[in-house]
């Protein structure tokens, strides 16, 4: 449906049959040679083929029956860029394997990857070796991903990374993807460039979470540890979790951490930034958790979470990077920061707010010494969120003054030859004209200037 709209030179909005809201791309009219090349159609040639032979869908799609883990990708290329895209969580097959939490060993790299998430990348990783083998040159690999798609794709990108010789110049997004391998994988994988896209209340990113270890049959009463502030839907944290077997479950890349925020007058408004703190970014999860108790049903849970409607992009993603299309473009054309004072204000507070909570959590740990002597466990996790509360908060500084260029906003094409001609036509769409508070810079109140306000961890929203 979108690539027909395409060919037809219709500027297509609709990525999802069920979508409603409208949310048009940047367009730009490139040379033949930039396309995307899909391979012809050639009704002769492939009838003499028959199934088993060449055929434009067996190159360029890939879809895993036979081995059973309902992989799905997509692959193109023009003369600068070979694409690959992996589907997210679509299936049954897809929430067992994102159930399936146990380790193995990345044998591509180091470290071990989560076994599901493993058995995705094994079944496509021929699959696009055999189509660079055939189409690469030395463009740039773009690997892309949202979901169980997302951390497949991470194991992807490291597993072409790591082939001797071939050197690919490779760039990886993902979008609320759950951890994918632990934290030898990490640092093994620490040269590859990976922008990690996550949307404030997606639960997914905050799994696996190291209590989901499959050889574990029982769960530990007490492993964790929930607390919020007085108001509800304040501050969860998650520590102490129990790890069995393996080195921890760990994030790889570079977070992009969407944050819409209410600030005291109910204007809504939204920050994308660096966090760095697991207060923030576990905070959906987390409250799923509590809703659930102390036991929860792991499989129901997991797919309770990959059903979230923060997940899903173009329920959220989507909306989120218009969102921050529209506060940039502002931000450019004013040269203002990227954080108002008035934001900066209420986050800050909160911030502070969230770090003298963790203290007070770990004075009352510390009295009670529980008997099976865990305290330093629960110790050591919170010492380290009230530190990385500090670098959330020096981070957050930073943004007060930062101002934006052309490149910030619109990348390789900011100094392009179309890039006008490009936003003309796309602001003669209404959708595009008409802001949102999400996606407008909030107004300075004077009114309150110097004036005390009661601030809890609710106005993230």
């Not at 992989?71 to 097959?93: K, M, N």
């Not at 697991?278 to 108790?293: D, F, M, V, Y």
């Not at 899903?312 to 004072?341: C, D, H, K, N």
Request: with cysteine.
């Amino acid at each position: 449906m979108f690539v027909e709209q395409l060919s037809c030179y219709r500027e297509a909005w609709k990525f999802d049959s069920e979508q409603v809201q409208r949310f048009y791309p940047l367009y730009e009219d490139v040379a033949y040679s930039r396309r995307f090349e899909i391979l012809p159609f050639d009704p002769l040639l492939y009838e003499r083929n028959q199934p088993p032979g060449e055929h434009p869908e067996r190159i360029h799609f890939f879809n895993d029956v036979e081995s059973g883990t309902d992989t799905q990708a997509f692959i193109c290329h023009h003369d600068e860029v070979v694409l690959i895209a992996v589907r997210g969580t679509a299936s049954g097959a897809d929430a067992l394997r994102d159930a399936d939490a146990h380790q193995v060993p990345f044998v591509e790299g180091a470290g071990k990857a989560h076994r599901g998430f493993y058995q995705g990348f094994k079944a496509l990783y021929h699959f696009v070796l055999d189509y660079l083998s055939r189409y690469h040159i030395d463009q740039r690999v773009v690997i892309c991903g949202h979901s169980l798609g997302g951390a497949i794709a991470l194991l992807l990108a490291e597993g072409l990374r790591r082939i001797p010789d071939a050197n690919y110049n490779i760039l990886l997004y993902t979008y609320g993807a759950p951890r994918a391998a632990d934290s030898e994988f990490t640092a093994g994988a620490r040269a590859l460039v990976h922008h990690r896209i996550v949307n404030h209340n997606d639960p997914v990113p905050s799994v696996p979470a190291p209590w989901m270890n499959t050889t574990v049959k029982l769960w530990v009463p007490g492993a964790v540890t929930l607390f919020s502030a007085p108001t509800a839907g304040g501050l969860l944290f998650a520590a102490g979790l129990v790890r069995v077997g393996g080195s921890a479950y760990q994030h790889h890349g570079e977070q992009q951490h969407f944050m819409p925020i209410r600030l005291a007058d109910g204007t809504q408004a939204s920050v994308l930034w660096k966090p760095g703190c697991e207060s923030i970014q576990e905070g959906g999860c987390n409250r799923a958790l509590q809703l659930h108790g102390d036991m929860p049903d792991r499989d129901n849970l997991l797919r309770q979470l990959f059903q979230a409607n923060q997940h899903f992009m173009t329920a959220s993603y989507i909306p989120a990077a218009w969102a921050t299309l529209r506060r940039w473009q502002q931000t450019l054309e004013s040269q203002g920061p990227l954080v108002t004072a008035r934001e900066f204000e209420l986050l800050d507070r909160a911030l502070e707010d969230m770090r003298e909570q963790l203290r007070t959590k770990r004075r009352e740990l510390a009295r009670l010494r529980p008997a099976n002597d865990r305290t330093h466990e629960h110790n050591d996790a919170l010492n380290a969120e009230i530190d990385r509360l500090h670098t959330s908060r020096e981070r957050l500084a930073s943004l007060r003054w930062r101002r934006l260029d052309a490149r910030d906003v619109y990348g390789s094409h900011a100094h392009g030859a179309n890039l006008q001609l490009g936003l003309k036509r796309w602001f003669t769409h209404r959708e595009n004209c008409a802001l949102s508070q999400v996606a407008s810079v909030p107004s300075p109140l004077h009114s309150d200037r110097g004036k005390a306000q009661i601030l809890d961890i609710d106005a993230i929203v």
